[in-house]
Every structure is written in C-alpha cells, then in structure tokens.
C-alpha cells in the first residue's frame, strides 16, 4: 500500500515525441505537486494543485501540463520533449494542518520518475 | 523570493561519529518552515526532520537534530552517531507557512549535500 507511487519509473524516449507520467495518492490528500530534479540534483517545483484547481505554476515550459482528474491523481504530460527535459520528475502530497496561526504541509513524495530524451 | 544555500557540496564522517550539515536561507517572511530531507540512492525522498520558524526549541528527531539561528538565518543538521544506512544526499527546504496565494504549498530547496559514511 504505496502512499505516493508514479508510473512509471524509468522512461526513455526520442526527441519530439509526447509524453505522460501519472501519479496516485492514497493518503487522502488535497494538494499534490510536481517537482522536476535535474541532472545535478537540484530539485525545483513545477506545479501545484489543491483541490484540483491549479496553484503553482512555476516557470514551466507550455509543453508542460499537469491534469488532476481528482484529487487523489496528478498526471503530467509533456508535449514535444527536448534533450533539456531529461530528469527526474518527483510527484508529492500533502494535506494542510493548522498549528496554531500557521499552517504546516508535510510533504511525501513519489518514487520518482526518471525521463531520458535521447 | 526565498533561497536556500547549502555551502557544502560534500561530507563525509566516520562511523559512530557526529557530522554537522550547513543550510542557510533568505526570507522576509516571519513565519516558515523549514525541513531535511534525504535522498540515498534509491531516490527516495524521506523527510528526517522539521523546525517551525515560530518555535525557538530546536527540533530533534533520534540521533538527528538541528541548530535554528531565526535571526542568522541558518539551520543546520547535526547527526550523531552516524550509521552506514545514513549516507546519503541531504537536502535542505523551506516552506511558506500561510495558507492561500502563489506561493502557498513551495518547497523551495537547497543544492543538497552528500553524505558518505566511513565504516
């Protein structure tokens, strides 16, 4: 019973084809995210949905499209990929929790996909 | 914008001992959170542990806990007693604490540290 899983792990591809990972939470979270790490580890947000309505929408590329179809799912498809976006892409939940005045949202990730453009 | 900086790209530690990771970060909002994360080579992302900007007690966790300088802006991770099973990547994160707008939800994280562990 994975919490965060992605489908699928590994995925290699040509230049200028298109394609989807999906991610699945059981945790009954409301918002979930992308996170792209890149070839020197640096992790960066992509996107975030809460509810299925869009929140973050970082400096993505409009090849990048996240679709919730409900809020326990938060796939990512990519159009016309590039050598660039050879990475490991992170798919992450969380659900907002009031301590006092503020709130906290531990985050729990995926496996991880890593996507090779060749 | 918020930045987070890891200054040590590398670390390593003998078995049994303590080893001391650097995170420091640029804010202008008072209330945040901020997190450790490791990264071993399955790729996993575990969190190990968190500290509210709020809460002047530093957190600790087990073997693993952090020094928080609020007025510093810094918060590193000392890990005692170090084991073979901790060697790994660590990451350093920052959170926004309020609920709503665009940056609601960001994790903005730190270039990552590794970690090697001497038998």
């Known amino acids: 019973d994975t919490a965060v899983s992605q489908t699928p792990k590994y995925l290699v591809t040509q230049m200028g084809n298109d394609k989807s990972i999906k991610c699945e939470q059981n945790?009954?979270?409301?918002?979930m995210y992308w996170y792209k790490q890149d070839s020197k580890k640096f992790l960066k947000i992509m996107f975030s949905y809460n509810n299925k309505e869009l929140i973050i929408n970082e400096t993505v590329p409009n090849r990048f499209s996240p679709k919730s179809p409900d809020k326990a799912h938060l796939n990512l498809h990519i159009n016309s990929l590039e050598l660039g976006d050879s990475a490991v892409y992170f798919c992450a939940s969380s659900q907002e929790e009031r301590i006092s005045l503020s709130s906290y949202n531990e985050q729990f990730f995926g496996p991880g996909t890593r996507l090779t453009v060749l | 914008a918020q930045t987070v900086t890891q200054s040590q790209p590398e670390m390593s530690v003998q078995e049994a001992e303590t080893v001391t990771l650097s995170c420091t970060y640029d804010?202008?909002?008072?209330?945040?959170?901020l997190f450790w994360y490791k990264q071993p080579p399955s790729r996993q992302m575990i969190l190990v542990i968190r500290?509210?900007?709020?809460?002047?007690q530093n957190a600790t966790e087990n073997r693993f806990s952090v020094n928080f300088q609020k007025a510093a802006k810094s918060f590193s991770l000392k890990i005692s007693d170090s084991q073979l099973g901790d060697a790994a990547m660590y990451f350093c994160a920052y959170g926004a604490a309020n609920a709503g707008g665009t940056s609601y939800g960001k994790l903005t994280f730190g270039q990552g540290t590794i970690l090697t562990v001497h038998p």
């Open positions: 804010t202008s909002e008072s209330d945040y959170y």
């Open positions: 945790l009954g979270h409301d918002t």
């Open positions: 500290q509210e900007a709020y809460k002047q």
